[in-house]
């Protein structure tokens, strides 16, 4: 797993960003993004996922595919600095329009996404994850549809299993396929006894879980 990030001399805990993670959203030089998609496929094949002709194979369509992807654009680059640090610097160069990743590439991603989140006490259980991929989706109401379709799956009669979903050109929904939770009655009622409430309206029935806890179950 990823460490923390923190040193003898600063801890990184509080930060939403951490001083030895890199940057997103920042253009890549096309050297640097082919590295790390080679890098990325060769540890899925370490996992199993491939075998060494399917990787190869991967590995040169992928490669191809990013070439293809050249653009002339600013790109950010690390450099040996007067003083001796690395520093990273924003120069004219070539990057890609990038890569796209498979169904299965995506899910090894956000497994591995997970694993290295260090705040959260549940990554230990990234192999468990599943993707449900949804780039296909282009309508809110086409996102709606698949949803409902994937919810009663990732429940799983109340075994719930992680599951997320990727879509690429739909409007923004954030769903978490997990059990709802609603804690002992309050006198005023939070978000999720909202969300609780709608889902019930919506076909859910409630059952007791726990001392305190009720989980929302669909018919």
């Known amino acids: 797993m990823a460490p923390t990030g923190c040193t003898p001399q600063l801890c990184a805990s509080g930060r939403m960003i951490r001083p030895l993670e890199p940057r997103v959203g920042q253009n890549l030089p096309i050297t640097t993004m082919k590295i790390e998609a080679e890098a990325f496929l060769h540890e899925m094949w ?44 924003k120069i004219e160069g070539t990057s890609s329009s990038g890569w796209v990743q498979t169904k299965e590439e995506l899910e090894w991603g956000v497994q591995v996404a997970w694993k ?23 309508t809110s109401r086409g996102m709606l549809d698949a949803v409902i379709e994937h919810l009663p799956a990732a429940y799983n009669d109340g075994k719930i299993i992680p599951t997320g979903e990727y879509a690429r050109n739909a409007p923004a929904v954030l769903i978490v396929f997990d059990s709802v939770h609603v804690s002992s009655e309050t006198s005023e009622s939070s978000g999720t006894d909202v969300l609780v409430t709608a889902i019930v309206e919506f ?7 726990g001392r305190s806890d009720r989980v929302a179950k669909y018919h």
């Open 116 to 138: 290295n989140s260090r705040k959260c006490i549940m990554r230990a259980h990234f192999g468990e994850l599943k993707l449900v991929d949804l780039r296909h989706v282009d």
């Open 46 to 89: 370490e996992e199993g996922l491939f075998t060494v002709k399917q990787f190869n194979e991967r590995l040169e369509s992928v490669l191809k595919e990013i070439e293809n992807g050249a653009v002339e654009t600013a790109v950010w680059e690390n450099q040996m600095q007067e003083d001796g640090e690395m520093k990273e610097v």
């Open 203 to 209: 076909r859910w029935s409630k059952s007791n879980v």
